[in-house]
Each structure stands twice: as structure tokens, then as C-alpha cells.
């Protein structure tokens, strides 16, 4: 039997570009903060006072993962949990000022680590590789959410 060619399987490579992404994001951003934890620290600068599943569904995370972050957050001390004044049952997430100090520090690391990230190509080549990135990612969020079409024409 022959082996097969990795370098033509999406998930090979997604998990060795996941891997480079780790290893960038440790050492160039932070060894503390995780890239979810800032996706759910931007969603919130984006829309703060937004209920934790809605953060969920903002950047991409299942419930049991962003029950664990905002928890991870919560207790370094980065987002306010505050009851909804319409739904008791509800908490609404805030940054506080450490969370939101956090948030502008991470930015900057971010951006310089993107750049080191996307080196490899050109900025035509960069459009293109987040087109297909973002058409392959939305159209695999359909695998989770029955209902929904798992092809889409691009």
C-alpha cells in the first residue's frame, strides 16, 4: 500500500499551520493569554455587555470552551460578569480596565505577529488565502449547525 500524500489533506496542513500559530502566539503575544481568551476580550471591546453565548457565536466557540474561558478570564480578573437587568438568568460580560489594558497591550503584539506570520506571502496572496480561509471555515461551520447547507458556492 502506498502512502498517502499529507500535503494535499486540508486537515494536515490546517493542524501544522494551527501548530506555527501556537508557537508564534507564545512567543510573541502571550504565554498567558490564549488567542480564544483575546477573541472573547476583542468581542467584547467590540460590543461590550454581550451575554456569554452570544460571545460564543462571535468568535467561533462551542459552549463548554467559552464557559471555560470567560471562567479563565473572570478569575485573572479581565471581564465583569453583571446579572441582566431584563433576564435574571442572564449575565452580561464587561472588560474591566485591566481586561481592557490587556486587550490594547495584545493588539499591538498581535499585529507584529501576524506580520511575521504572513511574511511568506504577498499582500495579493494574502487577500486570497483569507477569502478561501473565511469560505472554507463558513461553509464547515455547517457540519455543526444541521440545517444549514455543508457546500456553498463561492
Do not use: C
Not at 437587568?85 to 501576524?114: I, S, W, Y
Amino acid at each position: 500500500m502506498a502512502a498517502v500524500d499529507l500535503s494535499t489533506h486540508p486537515g494536515h496542513l490546517a493542524r501544522r499551520l494551527q501548530q506555527a500559530h501556537y508557537l508564534l502566539w507564545n512567543a510573541m503575544v502571550s504565554e498567558e493569554i490564549t488567542s480564544p481568551q483575546f477573541a472573547v476580550l476583542n468581542a467584547l471591546v467590540a460590543e461590550p455587555g454581550l451575554d456569554q453565548r452570544t460571545v460564543g457565536e462571535r468568535v467561533g466557540l462551542d459552549r463548554s470552551t467559552i464557559a471555560e474561558v470567560i471562567s479563565r478570564l473572570s478569575r485573572r480578573g479581565l471581564l465583569d460578569k453583571v446579572r441582566d437587568p431584563q433576564d435574571g438568568r442572564r449575565f452580561l460580560l464587561r472588560l474591566t480596565d485591566e481586561g481592557a489594558r490587556t486587550h490594547r497591550k495584545l493588539t499591538v503584539r498581535t499585529a507584529r505577529m501576524n506580520q511575521v506570520f504572513l511574511a511568506p506571502l504577498s499582500a495579493e496572496e494574502r487577500a486570497v488565502f483569507f477569502s478561501l480561509l473565511q469560505r472554507v471555515s463558513d461553509a464547515a461551520e455547517g457540519l455543526r449547525n444541521p440545517g444549514e447547507p455543508l457546500v456553498t458556492q463561492g
